[in-house]
């Protein structure tokens, strides 16, 4: 027995072990086809084992967990600092949102609020994670598609939005930039200028994709009718953020679970709902969502009022005991953080609400009967990031 | 051909050699200018960005780089696959590109062959590649590969349909199968008496011409009517278990083969390889003249670069349909509307 | 239906892009024939002035990834007035930081009491092997000369400006 043959008669008992965790049932009908873990579809490492008649589904199973990192074990070893730095890559496309629910968290238990200045750049910059977050995904529900050109402007015009972010906080993609008790520097000068220029090239790109994607009869036959949500059946999946809304639920935690923590209740905005529930209506909530965050922003860098970015906090931080949980409307939906501290320097145990591990719990029922291309414009319209399914 | 051209005697085996060698050429640096031009720089410009610039200047030695990359690599089988199928499957689909050059006239005399049913053959053998995509679909032992090679197989074939009665009107205004008497009844006659620019059936058949080049873009498997290759889903469908040479020989027929749809195209609507009657008047030569054999393959090349155009723009810009929509939109608005031209043309023949 | 089909205005913005990278030139940056200047906060890469660290150890500590190698003794130094006792100071031997494992955060650069670190936009500097990331205080005290001067705040703002000691 020579060593390549020994790993391969492994490698073929764990492959066959994997099937059988995910309970494969003997081929009586229908071919088992794995979508994923590598596959251009699956934004990132998900498997989705779908057994097939023909081209239509009889059963799909998500598979996740290829891209566990253990977030939760990491935070019980590590400071509230060092855990905002971590927590930064759990939904990396829109990171600052990652860090507020859990700094509004550790708020709550120190009983500290923060200035009014360090709210309004706090919900700035939440907000530009939004657009960053949602413009990618504008482009990349055409890619899925396949129409190779908007996501190319997708990037292009969120270079602006990471270029503003890069120029207050340091880091494109990680600000790590929220702080127990305010935000952790001001701003440049000239920001305040720039951004509102940037945000009107994402205007552009918002009616670009309009004429683009949203009114190509093409798009419109493949997302018309597909991967259609009811709204109660969502709910008790636990869908939230921009896939309830596009099936008619109005609830959005900006408005109705405004934290003191975010200066939300301080501007004018609405909430865009549609009552279709399929993947045309998650897509265009979407972009009105953009077009409204852009609005959020202006109207919050006119308003920013003057003073103290930070609290006063101690310098070594220890957070007294209890327990909080706190949930914010993210980019994916809603997200959650709770926190349990024994007075220690590091918390004791925080366990992370994802948005996109609950938006795929819908994805068995809903993936049942639709076609493989279906399967691949639902999967984009649900819109997950793998790190928030993992973490 | 060429013994007219330079006024020489040459034996058979000389001819054939020298039509084989302009047979490579006429597919090969056609295929080569517009994988530059479309998939290198056209899309990037389309993209914001410039596309290959570092392999010779502004990036236009990328193909050769391609080309060595491609050769280099590992010929790799899959295990479970059928290894003379698999093999065998890149060169039924490169047969039939050849196969159908051979019928484009390049000029009056500079043609491979001038067969009476010229477009008949170009039509017949244009329906050979469905073999080789089946072939590489089977063979691969893949589920995407076995997809995508299921899909090809249904969207070639309905869309073989509206490319032929596309092609009817023409013949039925032409008058003719033979390719050459195609251009030449579209040099020739007049619409409505004005003859300056002759009669391109690009205006008098414009839905014909639409309807072969949707179908040009079925046949081709280009978005949108790209579910065999289908990128996103089945990661090049057909081809994905192709690597180095084998993929290379799929990558330049996908080109190759658009090419000389656009030749096919360009001739039976654009009037091939003749100018409009007022610029050979300007010149003082005839329209079939000898220099048309050399200045018929540039025109021909400039026409086939503006249809490839209009076939790349719209593949880099629409998403892709739906195999079942794909098919309803063939045999349920294509086949029915060119049948209905045909009706038209026939009436309006016999009409005028 | 709209006057003009979403598929014909579709190719028409293709179109246009095509046009405006052709006039008015890509979006992209042709690196490295061409660089473009990250922001003056742009996190590239850390940089030590070694005068100001005492090795009080707290940046190392506080690294989520324990990148910071320090070490570091004491001496005794000249007293600051004559007559007065001789007063330890802590003298630092080593500061290393290992590139392949840093994440960027930025933690070790706040809590330095000392403003002994600075981020700087510098960030070509990548080898070949992994190894050869970790840095040392010689190569650190290097790149403060690419620390760019702090920029005054936006207005309404109540922070003061720090110095980069040169």
Known sequence: MTAISDRRQLAYIAAQAADARVNVELEAEGMTLNIGPQHPATHGTLRIVARLDGEQVIEADPVMGYMHRGYEKLAEVRTYPQVTTLINRIDWLGSFANEVPFILAAEQLMDIEAPP?????????????????????????????????????????????????????????????????????????????????????????????????????????????????????????????????????????????????????????????????????????????????????????????????????????????????????????????????????????VKIRSASFSNMSISPWLLKGTYVPDVITILASLYFILGDIDR | MISMLLAAEFAWWQTTAFKLVMAIVAVLIPAGTTVYLYLFKMVSFMQSRLGPMEAGPYGSMQLLAELGKNLQKEDIFPLKADRAVFALAPYVVLMSTFLLAVVIPFGPDAAFTNIDVGVYLALAVSSVSVIGILMAGWASASKYSLLGGLRAAGQLIAYELPLILAVVGVVIQAGTLNLQGIIAAQNQQEIFGWGAIGNPYILTQFVGFMIFMIAVQAELTQVPFDMPIAESELVSGYMTEYSGFRFLMFFIGEFATANIFAFLASVLFLGGWSVPPFVTDLLGIAWDSNWMNFIGPLVMLTKMLLLTFIIYWVRFTYPRFREDQLQKFAWKFLIPLSLLNIFATGVLKVVF | MPLVPGVVSGLGVTFKEIVKTVTKGAETVQYPHEKEDPAPRARGVIALHEENCTACMLCSRECPDWCIYIEGHKELAPPRRAGGK?????????????????????????VCPFEALFWSPEYEYSEPKIADLLHDKTRLGQWMETVPDFEPYEGGAEVKIKKVPR
């Not at chain 1, 004018?268 to 399929?278: F, K, L, N, S």
């Open chain 1, 117 to 349: 200045r360090a709210r309004h750049i706090r919900t700035i910059l939440f907000e530009l994670a939004r657009i960053a977050n949602v413009t990618l995904f504008l482009g990349d529900m055409g890619v899925q598609l396949g129409a190779v050109t908007p996501i190319f402007y997708a990037f292009r015009d969120r270079e602006h939005i990471l270029n503003q972010i890069e120029s207050a906080t340091g880091g494109r993609f990680h600000p790590n930039f929220d702080r127990i008790g305010g935000v952790k520097d001001d701003l440049p000068a000239g920001w305040l200028a720039e951004t509102k220029q940037s945000l009107g090239e994402i205007r552009k790109f918002c009616d670009q994709m309009e004429d683009l994607i949203l009114g190509n009869e093409i798009f419109q036959a493949r997302t018309r009718g597909i991967g259609v949500i009811p709204a109660d059946v969502g709910l008790s999946y636990g869908l939230s953020g921009a896939n309830i809304r596009s099936s008619g639920v109005d609830w959005d935690l900006r408005r109705d679970g405004a934290h003191p923590g975010l200066a939300y209740n301080d501007v004018e905005w609405r909430v865009w709902t549609h009552p279709d529930g399929d993947s045309f209506a998650r897509y265009w909530v979407r972009l009105q969502e953009v077009r409204e965050s852009c609005l959020i922003v202006e109207q919050l860098l006119d308003s920013m009022p003057s003073g103290p970015i930070m609290a006063k906090v101690p310098r070594i931080i220890k957070v007294p005991e209890g327990e909080a949980y706190v949930e914010t409307e993210n980019p994916l939906g809603v997200m959650g953080y709770y926190v349990v501290s024994q007075g220690g320097l590091e918390p004791f145990r």
């Open chain 3, 86 to 110: 001789p007063r330890q100071v802590n003298k630092l031997d080593r500061f290393d930081i290992d590139y392949g494992l840093c994440m960027y955060c930025g933690i070790c650069v706040e």
